[in-house]
């Protein structure tokens, strides 16, 4: 399977064009993009059940979207992500959208992950609340 790189600069500027013409209304887009990307690491991570956290964890920072990742049953902390650009409201819309793809899938059912804490509005962190639905 090909894959693309983008680096951290081309990921604003397509964040800062699709606000351009959608505002906000765009963040919609990039959390069902992770959900999209999240959903072939979930795959992949299932293979072993029992390790699945830390192989979802590895390929997330394989792939470039953090530096340094925990999970736990309801928290995520991630540190380097690569959507962080200062702003006043959480930008990680994407990996958002990868994490509560790998809850749902390892869990078998619905969950909703908010990002509560973001590096973007000056936080040394990212931290996401998963809650079962």
């Not at 963040?27 to 991570?45: D, N, Q, R």
């Amino acid at each position: 399977m090909r894959q693309v790189k983008l680096d951290q600069e081309e990921l604003r500027q397509i964040k800062e064009l699709y606000e351009g013409v959608m505002s906000h209304a765009c963040h919609g887009l990039f959390f069902k993009e992770g959900s999209v990307i999240g959903s072939t690491m979930a795959e992949e991570a299932l293979k072993d059940k029992a390790h699945f956290f830390d192989l979802a964890g590895k390929l997330l920072r394989e792939r470039g979207w953090v530096e340094e990742i925990r999970f736990s049953d309801h928290e995520v902390v991630a540190k380097g992500s690569i959507e962080v650009a200062p702003s006043d409201i959480p930008t990680c819309h994407r990996l958002r959208g990868m994490l509560r793809e790998f809850y749902e899938r390892f869990k078998g059912g619905r969950v909703k992950c908010t990002e509560e804490m973001c590096a973007s509005t000056g936080n040394p962190e990212c931290r996401f609340r998963i809650e079962e639905m």
